[in-house]
């Protein structure tokens, strides 16, 4: 088994979902569901074990569950979504966590924190500031991973929803992102532009194997040529909503109850 990876179903309202950078097109409520169902199929069939959340209906965002916490180890660190209607989403995914056995801490007022903006990779926690994250959240999730070793890191996010929509990190570490919406390539040591901003959006599934978008093909080939292989998902009607296939999913590796291990967490994106 490759570890669990918690998702959320979508909510019948999901075509009311924010939007920040995009203007608004219409949703396919029923094809996104399609889309959903097969994302989580994808997971499933990499021989990931699946953790759903109770779904809510009343919260169009819903299933864009990566907000809604921050995952370290052993700790669940429960956000508070920098838009106020996405609040009441966090206690779904905190009911959930406790039940497998996570330590929980929480974002409290006058923090900001959404799960999209922190990219992990071994033992270092990047976090955008901007829009949904401000620097007191940043704050706040320091003092919650500094004890297990992790370094956390602001980073600038003035040009997409989240850092995560800008950037996430292949298998080996390397940035991957599409340079006109990162606001700092300089930030990181290794970092590779995309040609499509879709394809600044990968989750790894294993240290060969990253999940991406159907919507990325030149990425899908450069990733390839790079030795990777790749799982392609079409989430078209999330994309609608600046949603990628980081926002769809929590990834759990190990155990709650294991400690961190000094130097290295295994812990990316």
Known sequence: MAGRVVVRPPSSRLAEGLITHIERVPVDVDLALAQWKSHVEAWRAEGWQIIEVESADDCPDAAFVEDTVVVYGSLAVISRPGADRRRPETGGTEETLRGLGYRMERIEEPGTLDGGDALKHNNRVWVGIGGRTNRAGVDQL??????????????????????????TALPD????????????????????PVPEET??????????????????????????????????????????????VTCLSVRLRGSPTQPVAAGRTGRDQ
């Open 142 to 167: 320091r003092t919650h991973l500094g004890p297990l070793g992790a370094e956390v890191v602001g980073v600038p996010v003035a040009k997409v929803l989240h850092l995560k929509s800008a950037v």
């Open 173 to 192: 570490g390397t940035v991957v992102g599409y340079a006109p919406v990162v606001d700092d390539p300089s930030v990181w040591p290794s970092f590779l």
């Open 199 to 244: 394809g600044s959006h990968v989750v790894v599934l294993d240290s060969e194997t990253v999940l991406m978008a159907a919507s990325a093909p030149r990425s899908r080939e450069l990733f390839e040529a790079r030795g990777l292989r790749t799982v392609i998902v079409d989430i078209s009607e999330y994309e609608k909503l600046e949603g990628c």
